[in-house]
Each structure stands twice: as structure tokens, then as C-alpha cells.
């Protein structure tokens, strides 16, 4: 569609979005330190001592001995036993994502992060139309080759949700561009789990009904996917048939927090209420101080657990008040990890999260038989033991349930790589 | 096949937070002047491995490559200028 300005010039209504993708990121940036290892087989993997033994990502020559994300590093090792894996070095991949942020901004302010190595650009203001846009990926695409030393995949097209199926669908160091006149070539044909928000759930229950493609989906009435997904059907309909018209946020615009959590695979597998105890006091002290820091407060408190099997359930509830304090989230987590949990098999990794959140500063209704007093008193001490970490670390003030056992209570949430997902809403 | 090697730097800061590079010290505190910063880019070394900004500078009448990586500075060394050295 085009908007006549004047007599002689016509402009574009087609927005013009790119999404860019870093390949194989972590590896990418790896190889680029460690030129010995270019022309191996390389892997990230987490720490196999710290039972955190599986593939982040891997290069390509990896890649091509068919070794996957989310595996475990022994079972990569089978099929590739010349594989080479490095820790991962979290600063630095935050540092390569800024950089790369950085050559993104000098296009548009309109710069959308998606983890650490995506972005959605919206250079509507710049291309007048998708021509344009592949151009301007290709110089994109240059600069992060000279500025950076890895190769990104970008997807050009008129809406976010085909920018990043474009984005995906060549891989390395490709670009590709989705129009509304050859979508249905490019996009129908897929599988309906490349789409945005159609994970493994969402897929079983589609191909339960005989969708298979993203072509089936768009041309399912809406009515049917409703039914069976609720209002997520018809959302979905609208991505698969290109309608999508969210926007791509403003580089600054900090998205809103909507939950807090952190979890972690412990040491060694818990086998009793104690060492539970010990490793959710420090899961939610630093959720807590984190909910102190924002100056939030939370109502609803949930917990993941994973047993040695691994399997995995969450159980949340509602607290009667809001509460920033690390003992009543403890308590929370602890009640309903006691209430839903039998110890049939020993646990893996737990997590804590709140949700639910309304400023601190707000005044709450108070209620006649709890003892406010003593929690303003707890909220107090808990402020002044956020400062003195904040000055000394971390481990300067602990309580004594996790001196009981060092080997579960010895690590920081709060420090050690904090990565946020994303969400597309 | 070349190295990194981090060097020690004197720089200037300016006012306007500019950063130029004076002179690299060589471990055997071997003074080399930098005559000119000729180019000033964000850049990737390959041969090295790493990124930062990128002083294209003349030393000694050659062209060198001196990279700012974050807060370190390092230069590309040859393999057998690393055994000399």
C-alpha cells in the first residue's frame, strides 16, 4: 500500500522489519578468541563437576556430527568424540550482544532485543520497501562481520513474526527476504513448530487435528484453533497468515517486569526437607533482594521442581499480603514444596519465582491479626543486610541453616549469570 | 599464525573523552613512540582473536594495528616475532 505525500512522491506503508540472528553465538565468539580451535568441532558446555553438563551451543563443524543443543555433553562426546568443549564466559557474550546492539542502532533507535543474540530492527524510517530492506541487511550483515568477527542470519519482511522465520530458514550467514506476494511459497510449507510460540505442546495438540504446516494453520478457521487452544488459536491464525502488527520497541524502552525468579541444579540431588531449605533460602534471599532493588513487592509465590528422573512440576499460591521479605517467600516456598512433594525420588534442581507485583511505596490493607510491627521490623533488617552485601559480597551475612552445608548454600544466585528471557508480549 | 599480545599503553583522555594512544611499552620497557593514529574503527582481529576499537598507527614508519579491547590494549604478533622476542 502506498501514501501519495505529493504530487510526484509516493510513500511506502509496508513496514520493513528485520530480525538478526547471531549463528551458533556463544561458539561463534569463542572460536573468534581461540583461533587453535577454528577449525574443530566446538562446543559450550556447561560445568560437568557443578552437574551442569550440557550443550549451550555448538559450532558448525559440530554441527555437522549431528550434536544438539540441550543434550548432554557425554552424548555429544559419542557422536563426536573429537568435539572440543569450553566453559562459557557469560561476560563476554554480553559484551559481543552490546557490541552488536551498537552496529543495530546506527540504522534505527527501533532495536527490539530476543535474548542475547537476536534483535528485530524496524527501519521502516530509512527503507522505503523490502528491496531496500535486503540492502540494508546486507551492509548490516558486513558491518558485524568486520566489527564483530561472527555472521548473523537475517530475515527481511513486513512483519515480525516472518522476520524471524526468514531469519531461521538459511542458515549461516544468510539473509533472507519473506513479501507479502511470496509468503505462501516460503512460509506455508514449514513445519507449524517453526512459528513464534508454537513449542512442543502447542505442536502435539495441532498435529492431533491434522495441521502439520504452517499453510494448514493459517487456512484452519479460527472457530476450530480457538477450541482447541483458546484465545492463543486465533493469534496463532493471525501470525500464520502474516497479519501480525505488534511493533518493534525503542532500544531504551525497558519492558515491564512481570515475575522474578531464579533456580538452580544443585550439587549433589537433595534427599530431605533440610537441604531444600537450605538451597530455597538462598534461591529466594536473592529474589527477594532483587524485588527490594526494583522496589517491588509480590503476591504470588511459585516453585519448580525437578526430580532425578527429570521430572518436572511447579506449584504456585496466593499470599494474603504483598511481601518483599526473604523469610515469607522462604516460608511460601517451603510450604508448598512440603505439600506437593513426597520424596519418592531424590530432586535435581529447584527454583523459586514471584509474580504478581505492585510497587512498594503503595499502602496496603494491613490485617487485624498479623503483627505489622514485626514485619516492618523483618523488611528493616532485611534493607540493612542488603547493604552490607552490597558493600562486602554476598557471603558477609548468612544465617546459620546454610553453614549446615556449604557444598548446597556456596553459590550466588544474585551474581552468577543472570540471563533474562524474553517474551514477545 | 599470529598472537595476542596485551601490551601496557600511555594514552591521552581528553576532555571530550577521547582516548589516543601515546606510546607502547614493551615488557622490556622498551619505549615505542606512536608517530600518528592514522584510523580510528571498531574492528575484529582475526588473526589474534578479538575485538575492540582499532588505532591503525604508525610506529617506527610501519603501520600497526593497536586494539582497545573493553580496558586492555593488545597488538597482533607474529609467531616468530613472539620467539625472537
Known sequence: MFLKISRKRWVSLERVILHSDCNS?????????RPDLRDKPVAVGGDVEARHGIILTKNQIAKKFNVKTGEAIWQAKQKCPELVIVPPDFPLYMRFSKMAHKVYLNYTDKVEPFGLDECWLDISSNAH???EGFEFAKKISRQIKCELGITVSIGVSYNKVFAKLGSDYKKPDAITVIKKDNFKEIVWPLPAGDLLYVGKATARKLSSIGIHTIGELANTPTNI?????????GLLHCFANGLDTTPVCQYDNQPTVKSIGNSTTAPRDLENNEDVKIILFVLADSVARRLREQGLKAKTVCISVRDNQLYSFTRQRTLNRYTNITSEIE??????????????????????SVTDFVSDTISVQTDLFSNELKREKKEKLDRSV????????????????????????????KKEHTIHPEGYF | MCLKKYVNVTARFDENGNITPLAVIWDNDV??????????NPAVSLKAGGAGIRYTCRIC?????????ENRWFVELKEKQYIAY
Not at chain 1, 553465538?25 to 578468541?33: G, I
Not at chain 1, 562486602?392 to 548446597?408: K, M, N, T, W
Request: with cysteine.
Open chain 2, 31 to 40: 619505549k615505542f613512540e606512536i608517530e600518528r593514529v592514522l584510523d580510528i
Open chain 1, 129 to 131: 520497501n523490502l528491496k
Open chain 1, 386 to 413: 542488603d547493604n552490607l552485601k552490597n558493600r562486602f559480597g554476598s557471603y558477609c551475612v548468612q544465617p546459620a541453616i546454610l553453614l549446615a552445608d556449604r557444598e548446597l548454600s556456596g553459590f550466588d544466585p
Open chain 1, 225 to 233: 484453533l480457538n477450541s482447541l487452544l483458546g484465545k492463543w488459536g
Open chain 1, 331 to 352: 516460608r511460601a516456598g517451603m510450604e508448598l514444596f512440603r505439600k506437593y512433594y513426597n520424596w519418592n525420588k531424590s530432586i535435581r534442581s529447584i527454583g523459586i
Open chain 1, 25 to 33: 553465538f556463544y561458539a561463534s565468539v569463542e572460536c573468534l578468541h
Open chain 2, 61 to 69: 614508519g610501519h603501520e600497526k594495528y593497536l586494539f582497545l579491547e
